[in-house]
């Protein structure tokens, strides 16, 4: 079975300014990775997603990650980013012996975006 | 209209009360899942369904069971709910294919008093 790390629960950031947020697995076969965004009383929207190929993904918003196999990382970034990135984002595993590729997700990083 | 709906969006009851929420979705899913938000733990799987005949528990099932309707309705209860259900419910959607993405509904507040 795998497990998710998030690595931290809060990330304070200036406007314009560029934010990683690190998602740490761990995992004994292939997975699936993936980004979500909470933004204040909404529920989950994808921001982008690696099943295979190219390590480096690109989602919606300026979102990007990359996935990183020996380090088993998949951390998001941003260079800049606006007041309305500010929201809760999980970083999410799924496996082919994981309950019918149900999503592991990690606690959560709050991401507080100020000018 | 939304791909997958939940209701109801809120809902308060008391200790030892019977609740039910709902889950529809018009994509046609086979899979379907709930799960549960709690602050600082992120979201955790309840139950998942392959098929109207296919149900399965998942990491947190006690004190909860569902129902698969149709293809389209899934349903989770809480026969005698108690204040540490209080949370934020999702219901998802994934077609057969293994590596496709969740669909996620908008959410149920449940607040057991």
């Known amino acids: 079975a795998q497990s998710v790390t998030q690595l931290d629960s809060q990330v304070p950031v200036f406007e314009e300014a560029p934010v990683e947020l690190r998602c740490n697995y761990s995992s004994s076969v292939s997975v699936y990775l993936f980004w979500y965004v909470q933004y204040p009383n909404q529920g989950l929207q994808l921001l982008l997603k690696?099943?295979?190929?190219?390590?480096l993904v690109k989602g919606i918003n300026g979102f990007e990650a990359e996935f990183n196999k020996s380090q088993t990382s998949f951390h998001l970034r941003k260079p800049s980013v606006h007041i309305s990135d500010t929201a809760e984002y999980f970083c999410a595993v799924s496996e082919a012996s994981n309950s019918g590729y149900a999503l592991n997700f990690g606690k959560g990083t709050s991401l507080l975006v100020t000018p | 209209d939304a791909d997958v709906t939940q209701t109801p969006r809120n809902r308060i009851t008391k200790t030892g009360k019977r609740i039910m929420l709902e889950c529809s979705q018009t994509k046609g899913h086979d899979r379907m899942y709930w799960y549960r938000q709690d602050p600082g733990l992120g979201l955790r799987l309840i139950y998942y369904?392959?098929?109207?005949?296919?149900?399965n528990k998942g990491e947190i099932s006690d004190g909860y069971s569902v129902s698969r309707q149709a293809q389209a309705k899934f349903s989770l209860s809480l026969e005698s709910a108690i204040p540490n259900q209080t949370a934020l419910y999702f219901c998802?959607?994934?077609?057969?294919?293994?590596?496709?993405?969740?669909?996620f509904g908008p959410g149920t507040r449940l607040t057991v008093l």
């Open positions: 690696y099943l295979s190929g190219s390590t």
């Open positions: 369904s392959f098929d109207v005949k296919d149900i």
């Open positions: 998802a959607t994934r077609a057969e294919q293994a590596a496709d993405t969740q669909y």
